[in-house]
């Protein structure tokens, strides 16, 4: 089996520094559906799907344990479907599993089901989450901009308040699939991840399969994960997260109209941001 080893475990972690001042960085080779399959087996088999859809860009599902939980909707569906659209009923552990599929619009049904489960308040409570001080996304960065002053900064995926909110950074580096101006493409990431100081992946990364590889490229970085498609798991730590947040629905009765933008508040007003850091 392959070993996982986080990167201050790595043999060769005195070498890191070096190697990416030459641009090069010592990667292990590992099992990346392990990231998925360790997440999905902790799931309650019993545990039900009560409610799924999709609103906005959001895949969402409530479940049987009044949890919610989202994922980014990705309309990549090259792959024919195998979940019905309707997965009430079914196991969340079954659904969950889906987010290993290669069709993203249903793997983001998978995540959202995933993300149910973890984003419970009280297991993510338990799990060493706390409630972030502000509750609006676009102040994700904003507790950083000291930390990642005269640093080298990689985003994967577009946020446009990053700029703002890391204005002392020596580079800010954009990776996109989907690019704008000023923006590298994703496949950039192999050769500026292994460079960078810091470096931020939006949960997203978790629909198309491009987590774990991401986080492997940055085993010399401070990483954080971060968006509402993420799990609030821990675990996470062990394949190289240090930090983490994510979404916590505290009013399920609330979430699917909020979701819709029936309530001013948004996303907001049936939950909270969370955030976990390592260490």
């Known amino acids: 089996s392959w070993n996982v080893r986080r990167r201050d475990c790595h043999p060769c972690c005195h070498l890191h520094g070096a190697y990416r001042n030459l641009g090069f960085a010592m990667l292990d080779m590992w099992n990346p559906w392990e990231i998925y399959d360790r997440l999905i087996e902790q799931i309650d088999p019993s545990v039900r799907v009560s409610a799924c859809g999709r609103?906005?860009?959001?895949?969402?599902?409530?479940?049987?344990?009044?949890?919610?939980?989202?994922?980014?909707?990705?309309?990549?569906?090259?792959?024919?479907?195998?979940?019905?659209?309707?997965?009430?009923?079914?196991?969340?552990?079954?659904?969950?599993?889906?987010?290993?599929s290669w069709n993203f619009a249903e793997a983001?049904?998978?995540?959202?089901?995933?993300?149910?489960?973890?984003?419970?308040?009280?297991?993510?409570?338990?799990?060493?989450?706390?409630p972030c001080e502000v509750n609006n996304w676009q102040n994700l960065f904003d507790p950083w901009a000291k930390e990642t002053a005269g640093k080298r900064v990689a985003v994967i995926g577009h946020f446009p308040f990053a700029?703002?909110?890391?204005?002392?950074?020596?580079?800010?580096?954009?990776?996109?699939?989907?690019?704008?101006?000023?923006?590298?493409p994703d496949s950039a990431a192999e050769y500026?991840?292994?460079?960078?100081?810091?470096?931020?992946?939006?949960?997203?990364?978790?629909?198309?399969?491009?987590?774990?590889?991401?986080?492997?490229?940055?085993?010399?970085?401070?990483?954080?994960?971060?968006?509402?498609?993420?799990?609030?798991?821990?675990?996470?730590?062990?394949?190289?997260?240090?930090?983490?947040?994510?979404?916590?629905?505290?009013?399920?009765?609330s979430f699917q109209p909020a979701l819709s933008g029936h309530l001013l508040g948004g996303m907001y007003e049936a939950g909270r941001r969370i955030e976990f850091h390592a260490h």
């Open 55 to 100: 609103a906005g860009k959001w895949a969402f599902v409530e479940n049987s344990e009044a949890g919610a939980g989202m994922a980014f909707h990705m309309p990549v569906e090259s792959v024919p479907r195998s979940l019905p659209e309707d997965v009430a009923g079914l196991s969340l552990r079954e659904v969950a599993a889906f987010a290993k």
């Open 108 to 130: 983001a049904l998978g995540m959202a089901a995933l993300n149910s489960w973890y984003a419970l308040p009280s297991r993510a409570e338990a799990a060493g989450f706390e």
């Open 163 to 184: 700029p703002a909110a890391l204005p002392a950074v020596s580079e800010l580096i954009v990776l996109e699939r989907n690019t704008l101006p000023g923006d590298l």
């Open 192 to 253: 500026v991840l292994p460079t960078c100081d810091y470096v931020f992946i939006t949960g997203s990364a978790f629909v198309n399969k491009t987590m774990p590889r991401l986080l492997e490229l940055s085993r010399g970085a401070r990483t954080i994960i971060v968006g509402p498609s993420s799990p609030a798991a821990p675990m996470l730590a062990e394949y190289g997260m240090d930090s983490l947040t994510t979404f916590s629905v505290t009013d399920v009765a």
